[in-house]
């Protein structure tokens, strides 16, 4: 989530982008709220979330591209059609829940769009892992020409940079990585937010080290926040937690003036 | 190096051609200064030479091959851009901004090694912003960011440079400056393309003018065509021209308006 999260701010040119602002999160919370309305099994609620996800991304990039057709199309406009993809999509969660059996099935949902670990087996790892490294690999070793997409597609076309492939390629492997998390562990926010931003208040924000160095510290961030939610009698969703210690940390920071933007 | 633009007509998707029917020729060591109003297409003329546009006709030739075969990674190699300086959302250093000129000489995954650094480092100290290496670039002032750019766009190694209004947005002394290091430049044998909003500074580069003047750009010498009658077509102003000798001898012009009619 917080390679995703880095990687789209440089796309996108903009510091309060999240991974799931093309609608991954929204599409893949969708397909495993349905999933478990319907009764299905584990593996099968994952697969729906993570196919749910790819598609709302498919979805808004579908529609930004006959924008475009017709002479319109900007980054903004594609990020208006993700929002607006997210925002069915909670309303389709939404209606889940209302129609959901509110002593079975809905405190099933409303758990696991809160995100949590716990019921992740080793399973779900190897489910994880595969489609993880397809996405990072490839966003790891394309991080140097990420620093030249935030100058503008204009720029870096001068620069020699090949703008339209360089750009799918990030939305297909951050959209990979979203999609395939989420439906593993649910909806944990922040992560892809804030965890870029303190990347970059370590190492600066040329992706060489700013990437590698955001894997880390999501990676130890989320295993510290889960150990932390398992240290209460009852365990606490993940999602609450991250929130709760990232928020005031992170602001912790802005006070510290040591902001990783301009 | 010759960079050729034959009848070329451009202009953006399918509107029609902002730009009509231009040719020029520009050569290793020249400087091209392209004058006009606000508005009169000299930014895209820029964009289509840079391939950011499709050419509506004409074709631009380097050397005689049509850059439209080009990949964006060569015409990177030989066509150095400088832009008007905007920020970035991000704090990189002035180092990093120089460095990324040298992508287009990078595979595809890689990044920049040392040889490449050595370059940066060497156009940095060149402009004399040494100084500024370890700066965070969205901290500079417009004309520091400027310099850094044109460092940035040196550092592609290019034959030709083309710069848009590289003088904005910098007080008196800057603009002298940049004027100066674009000489400097040219006599190293890079051929430039700027644009301009002072008829003066195709004076001070002696360089070969391009004037949006009546729907048609004019071209030649600066002497020739940067005249007071030229100049009230295209700009709408009445518009003396002076000449003097500067204390080394040399014949020196300026444009100077006249506010009466």
Not at chain 1, 9 to 17: E, T
Not at chain 1, 91 to 98: R, T, V
């Amino acid at each position: 989530m917080s390679v995703a999260g880095s990687s789209y701010q440089g796309l996108f040119r903009n510091p309060m982008v999240s991974p799931d602002i093309l609608g991954a999160s929204g599409g893949a919370g969708f397909g495993a709220a349905l999933g478990l309305l319907l009764s299905l099994d584990a593996f099968e609620v994952q697969m729906l979330s993570f196919l749910c996800g790819l598609g709302a991304v498919l979805a808004a990039v579908g529609i930004h591209s006959i924008i475009k057709r017709d002479g319109g199309g900007s980054l903004l406009s594609l990020i208006m059609i993700g929002i607006v993809i997210s925002s069915l999509a909670q309303a389709f969660i939404s209606l889940i829940k209302y129609v959901g059996d509110p002593e079975d099935k809905l405190p099933v949902i409303t758990f696991w769009l809160m995100g949590s670990l716990s019921t992740v087996t080793m399973n779900d790892l190897f489910f994880l892992l595969i489609p993880v490294i397809i996405a990072i690999v490839p966003l790891y070793l394309l991080r140097w020409h990420l620093n030249i997409l935030s100058f503008g597609d204009e720029e870096a076309t001068a620069l020699g940079v090949n703008v339209r492939k360089m750009k799918l390629v990030v939305i297909i492997c951050s959209t990979l990585a979203t999609a395939v998390t989420v439906s593993v562990a649910g909806v944990i926010g922040w992560i892809g937010l804030i965890i870029p931003h303190l990347a970059r208040m370590l190492v600066g924000p040329n992706y060489k080290r700013a990437l590698p160095a955001s894997l880390l510290i999501g990676s130890i961030y989320l295993i510290l926040v889960d150990d932390l939610a398992r240290m209460f009698t009852m365990e606490l969703p993940l999602g609450i937690l991250t929130s709760l210690v990232g928020a005031p940390f992170f602001l912790y920071l802005l006070f510290k003036g040591r902001r990783g933007w301009s | 190096m010759i960079l050729k633009i034959e009848d070329v007509s451009c202009g953006y998707g399918l509107d029609p051609p902002i730009v009509s029917q231009i040719s020029m020729t520009i050569r290793s060591g020249e400087i091209w200064c392209v004058l006009g109003p606000n508005g009169v297409g000299k930014t895209t003329l820029f964009k289509s030479v840079l391939g950011f546009l499709k050419l509506k006709s004409g074709r631009i030739t380097i050397d005689g091959q049509d850059i439209r075969s080009w990949t964006q990674k060569k015409k990177a190699q030989v066509i150095g851009y400088v832009p008007q300086a905007q920020n970035n959302p991000f704090p990189f250093s002035v180092k990093d901004v120089v460095l990324m000129g040298r992508t287009s000489y990078l595979s595809e995954l890689g990044s920049p090694g040392k040889k490449d650094v050595e370059i940066a480092e060497r156009n940095i100290h060149m402009l004399g912003i040494g100084q500024l290496e370890n700066k965070k670039y969205t901290e500079l002032s417009g004309g520091e960011r400027q310099m850094v750019l044109i460092a940035r766009a040196l550092t592609q190694e290019p034959d030709i440079l083309i710069m848009d209004e590289p003088t904005s947005n910098l007080d008196f002394g800057n603009q002298v400056k940049v004027l100066k290091y674009i000489s400097d430049l040219s006599r190293r044998g890079l051929a430039i393309l700027m644009t301009s909003h002072f008829p003066d500074h195709a004076f001070l580069c002696s360089s070969k003018v391009a004037l949006f003047r009546q729907h048609q750009f004019v071209i030649g010498e600066a002497d020739n065509i940067v005249t007071e009658a030229n100049l009230k077509q295209a700009y709408g102003v009445n518009v003396q021209i002076v000449s003097g000798t500067s204390e080394q001898g040399k014949e020196i012009k300026s444009c100077v308006p006249l506010l009466d009619d």
